[in-house]
């Protein structure tokens, strides 16, 4: 259960102290840098867990994986060609994202302690990209063409599209003064945590899951553990500001913006579906576009029910590999972090949550 957000009224302050500052909500314009007496205690604990969380590039051995390469299949090497050009790119669009919209609108230390964080694991997730396509394409040409794919995939560049329309969205806005000024933020909020780390990253996820349910690609899946573990945690925290959100200000949480949430969700399942024909349009055995849409379906109304938004689909998740998705691998990355770096993480990790 998220927590409420602390107002200065109710903060304990130190010892001999007084707070002195005046109360004001998450969204309001400003820069408040004080973190004592701390007013989102909840945001704080987002930023602990992820730093427990830490992981670097150089702990994946993808080299394990090039002889499964060999292996594959066309439509096998069409379906990875494209999926790994979708990576290129993906999280730096996120990044920019957190640096021109998400960091300078949360008015909360704690909350941009947060968002700090995030940024790191983006270049982590970059870098990983980076790896997976130096060893996976060894031709620099076709490198660049991966790293160009917004410009030469259709399916990716519809959903770069989408990504850089919301971004845009804010660009007029240095601050939010009104009630739309909100919303519109909280929209784009929504958008990458629910559409783009929430759906499109999961989407993808989904394939490389699939590869190593046929025991392929192992040094992918277990990259991909990690930041499934990282995505999960971002969108956790982008809810989290969201409840706070609406706790605050609940007159910006109407029908319309619940109706404007259902069609954005539409539009990126839609989307993912596009890159989906793209992937399995040459017949990958074992995969269908069908079930493809199925399990996106399910995630969306999954996000939706996050929101406190009822379902669309009512679609089931068609993925037996998704929902259990190696339990036993992460556990063995726990305990191997704590024994090796001692950098514990507590708590459980519930599957079914998020996929």
């Known amino acids: 259960m998220r927590g409420l957000p602390v107002t200065?009224?109710?903060?304990?302050?130190?010892?001999?102290?007084?707070?002195?500052?005046?109360?004001?909500?998450?969204l309001d314009p400003g820069m408040d840098l004080t973190l004592r007496p701390m007013r989102y205690p909840h945001f704080f604990d987002r930023f602990r867990d992820a730093i427990r969380n830490t992981w670097t590039v150089e702990e994946v051995d993808l080299h394990a994986d090039l002889a499964d390469l060999d292996k594959l299949s066309?439509?096998?090497?069409?379906?990875?060609?494209?999926?790994?050009?979708?990576?290129?790119?993906?999280?730096?669009?996120?990044?920019?994202?957190l640096v021109l919209n998400l960091y300078q609108h949360v008015n909360s230390p704690e909350g941009r302690l947060y968002l700090s964080?995030?940024?790191?694991?983006?270049?982590?997730?970059?870098?990983?990209?980076?790896?997976?396509?130096?060893?996976y394409v060894p031709d620099e040409t076709e490198r660049f063409e991966a790293f160009a794919a917004i410009e030469n995939i259709p399916s990716i560049r519809r959903k770069a599209e989408f990504c850089f329309r919301w971004i845009d969205s804010l660009n007029d806005l240095r601050e939010l003064r009104s009630r739309e000024d909100r919303r519109t933020f909280?929209?784009?909020?929504?958008?990458?945590?629910?559409?783009?780390e929430g759906l499109f990253f999961y989407g993808a996820f989904a394939y490389v899951y699939f590869l190593r349910s046929r025991g392929l690609l192992h040094g992918l899946a277990s990259g991909t553990n990690w930041v499934f573990r990282d995505e999960s945690m971002h969108m956790a925290?982008?809810?989290?500001v969201v409840d706070t959100v609406r706790a605050e200000e609940p007159d910006l949480f109407d029908d319309d913006l619940a109706d404007q949430v259902r069609r954005m969700l539409t539009e990126a399942v839609e989307c993912e579906v596009q890159f989906?024909?793209?992937?399995?349009?040459?017949?990958?055995?074992?995969?269908?576009?069908?079930?493809?849409?199925?399990?996106?379906?399910?995630v969306a109304d999954r996000r939706l029910a996050q929101l406190g938004?009822?379902?669309h689909y009512g679609s089931s998740n068609p993925f037996g590999f998704m929902e259990l998705q190696d339990v036993q691998e992460l556990s063995n990355f726990f305990e191997r972090r704590v024994s090796a770096y001692q950098v514990g993480v507590t708590g459980t990790v519930a599957f079914d949550d998020d996929f």
């Open 309 to 311: 938004i009822a379902p």
């Open 276 to 298: 989906a024909e793209d992937l399995l349009g040459h017949g990958v055995p074992g995969l269908t576009l069908a079930d493809m849409r199925e399990y996106l379906q399910h």
């Open 8 to 26: 200065a009224a109710d903060a304990t302050t130190d010892p001999g102290t007084t707070d002195t500052r005046t109360t004001h909500m998450l």
């Open 186 to 196: 909280l929209l784009n909020l929504i958008c990458f945590a629910a559409c783009i």
């Open 74 to 97: 066309p439509a096998e090497r069409h379906l990875v060609s494209r999926l790994v050009a979708f990576f290129a790119t993906g999280d730096t669009i996120v990044a920019n994202n």
């Open 237 to 240: 925290f982008a809810f989290d």
């Open 117 to 135: 964080r995030q940024l790191f694991e983006e270049a982590v997730h970059v870098q990983f990209y980076l790896n997976l396509l130096d060893t």
